[in-house]
């Protein structure tokens, strides 16, 4: 497709078990962002990749959280012992090498996590 | 918490002018950059300032003063479409993208 695509777009889970959310950029963009979207709230950062690097994993919440881009492509974004508190939509966003110069990220329409 | 302020709502009139404005931290600041997201859409780039002064896109234009490490969006010619949230972004130097809490703007018919 020609935009980010994002699966699952919804997933329901019970307290405690494992999730993984996928995110598909757009062809020959390098970069790619994981943030966590609250209601109400803005964008989270969680983790930033530059190819198949994690360039800055700071804003994943605790060790519960672990993102890989095995091959610079796609990206998982696993949560291990789901908890409540973990229930948001999940974004993912894509962009060129230049976003320092044009700042433009390209979502998705993103991962609805609910954690029963 | 997020290192940017901007207003958590705005109310505005159809056809009327509307500014979102959006105060940020300076630490490794390199521009500021704002997206729309309508309720259970994705965020939608609309545009970006790296250096000071006004960029205009159509009915809409973003403003950056650095010294005062502030910005604001202008939407002109509300359409009622244009209701939505608005997201201010600090894009740092080391291409982290922070962004604001939103903005949410009603426009009254």
Same mark, same amino acid.
């Given at each position: @497709? ?24 757009i062809? @020959? ?19 930033y990749?530059?190819?198949? @690097? ?19 492509? +796609? ?13 948001? +939509? ?12 044009? @700042? ?6 993103g991962?609805r996590?609910? +954690?029963? | ?30 521009g ?76 009254l018919?």
């Open positions: @497709g020609a935009g980010v695509s994002q699966t699952p777009s919804n997933k329901v889970t019970e307290k405690g078990k494992y999730v993984e959310l996928r995110c598909d950029p062809s @020959g963009h390098t970069a790619l962002y994981w943030y966590r979207q609250s209601l109400g709230q803005g964008p989270e950062f969680l983790i990749f530059q190819g198949t @690097g994690a360039a800055d994993d700071s804003g994943l919440p605790n060790d519960r959280f672990f993102a890989v881009r095995p091959e610079g492509s +796609v990206s998982t974004l696993k949560i291990q012992r789901t908890e409540r508190g973990d229930s948001a +939509v999940y974004l993912c966003a894509s962009s060129f090498l230049d976003r320092a110069t044009t @700042g433009e990220l390209f979502f998705g329409e991962s996590l609910t +954690v029963l | 918490g997020q290192s940017l302020e901007q207003p958590s709502e705005v109310t505005a009139v159809e056809g009327a002018i509307v500014q979102i404005n959006c105060t940020y931290q300076t630490s490794g600041f390199y500021l950059s704002w997206y729309q997201q309508h309720d259970g859409g994705a965020p939608t780039f609309l545009s970006y300032n790296a250096l000071d002064g006004l960029e205009e896109t159509g009915r809409f234009s973003s403003f950056l003063s650095r010294s005062d490490s502030y910005g604001y969006l202008l939407l002109q010619e509300l359409q009622m479409k244009d209701s939505a949230s608005y997201f201010c972004g600090r894009n740092r130097c080391d291409d982290k993208i922070i962004f604001g809490k939103g903005t949410r703007l009603h426009i018919p």
